[in-house]
């Protein structure tokens, strides 16, 4: 199979990270026997250096003209703690995300038993936590009309949802729970909010042609602490895009690290894949990133081609590595291993090189002595 892949490094820890995606993909390609033509491109803080504009042209066009986008990250401090800037390297992802059409994105989130010990959580909670968050991506408060008034003292953001919206992405939330354990759980504000009710009542419609899915409904800030405090009762979440960006960022503590959730944004056509964390300028350059999330969706790129062995093989080396302890800084801050020694091993694993092949004498040597 030949591919066209665009990619975006983006900032701060994006470059690195994507670059043990590619590593994993080209893995990948030797041993399928597949071909994946990739294409650079820029967007965020790097493209605002460069050109002014957090989402060149070029970049657009390219994105739409090849088979998927592989992002890194986007953001830099210097626009985050300057609240008069009006260019945002953010605008990129958001308008790229408009322009792709890509109005859902897919968030798988679980728990591994092996890293349970690290976690700010007690493992009996941890176990057997599996996740489909399901985000709408492009419309909701991200996109509404945003004003300030000219004495700067009144601001406003404007929530806008229509029905068709809300109808595609729920068929799609609908689709993964009949496939995985059959339920779906829409998270909302309906007691507020004028979308949220629509949303309800939308959601209300399309379930009853899903009789064998069973719906529940609840309120964003009770599913804030039930996330937490009974994760197993969620199997699919259907969920607006502020709330979903808010979520899921909050589920990531199940995971280990935010580093490690990979996400797809798919639509009509059109699909990108970029691990959920963001840029982490703190840590850019230093090695010290988690790629799993890049790599995770660089699986799940595989799954969009229909690769499903390839992702399959992917999912299990990045698997074995978290199993056998060779995890990144965010996850053991003590005993760790470099991002570029993550992604050599699970190329390696793909390859088929036996663990004892992995570059022992590197690992060792880069291992923490922090003890
Ligand atoms: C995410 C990010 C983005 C979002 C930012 C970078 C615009 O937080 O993908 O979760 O809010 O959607
Ligand atoms: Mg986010």
């Not at 030797?30 to 989402?55: C, Q, W």
């Not at 728990?111 to 996740?131: C, F, M, N, R």
Request: contains cysteine; charged residues 25%.
């Amino acid at each position: 199979m030949e591919k066209k892949i665009s990619v975006i490094f983006g900032d701060g820890i994006g470059p690195e990270v994507t670059k043990q995606a590619i590593k994993v993909l080209d893995a990948i390609a030797r041993v399928y026997n597949h071909r994946f033509r990739y294409e650079y491109l820029s967007m965020g803080a790097e493209a605002i250096a460069k050109t002014g504009d957090p989402l060149p042209e070029a970049t657009i066009e390219a994105c739409l003209a090849s088979d998927a986008t592989l992002v890194g990250a986007v953001g830099h401090p210097r626009f985050d703690n300057n609240p008069l800037t009006t260019v945002r390297p953010e605008q990129g992802l958001l308008r790229l995300r408009k322009a792709m059409g890509l109005y859902a994105n897919i968030r798988p989130v679980k728990s591994y038993t092996s890293l349970a010990h690290l976690s700010a959580l007690k493992p009996a909670q941890l176990e057997g936590v599996d996740i489909m968050i399901i985000r709408e991506l492009t419309g909701g408060i991200y996109f509404g009309q945003k004003t300030l008034s000219d004495d700067g003292n009144r601001a406003t953001d404007e929530c806008i949802y229509n029905r068709e919206e809300i109808e595609r992405v729920a068929h799609l939330a609908f689709q993964y729970a009949k496939q995985r354990r059959g339920k779906l759980t829409m998270i909302d504000k309906a007691n507020v909010l004028e979308t949220s009710r629509l949303w309800r009542k939308t959601v209300q419609e399309i379930a009853t042609q899903y009789r064998e899915v069973m719906v529940d409904y609840m309120f964003v800030d009770n599913a804030a602490t039930k996330l937490i405090l009974q994760p197993r009762q969620f199997d699919v979440v259907l969920i607006e895009n502020m709330f979903g960006d808010i979520l899921s960022a909050e589920a990531s503590v199940f995971g280990g690290s935010i580093g490690m959730l990979p996400s797809a944004a798919i639509g009509e056509g059109h699909a990108l894949f970029e691990p959920i964390h963001g840029a982490y300028p703190q840590a850019a350059g230093k090695d010290i990133a988690n790629p799993l999330g890049a790599i995770l969706s660089a699986a799940m790129l595989l799954d969009h081609f229909n690769l499903k062995d390839e992702a399959g093989k992917v999912r299990l080396a990045v698997e074995w590595t978290i199993h056998n302890g060779f995890v990144t800084k965010d996850i053991d801050p003590v005993n760790f291993y470099f991002t570029t020694t993550i992604g050599d091993m699970i190329a390696d694993l793909i390859v088929d090189k036996s663990p004892s092949e992995l570059h022992e004498d590197n690992i060792q040597l880069r291992k923490s002595t922090i003890i």
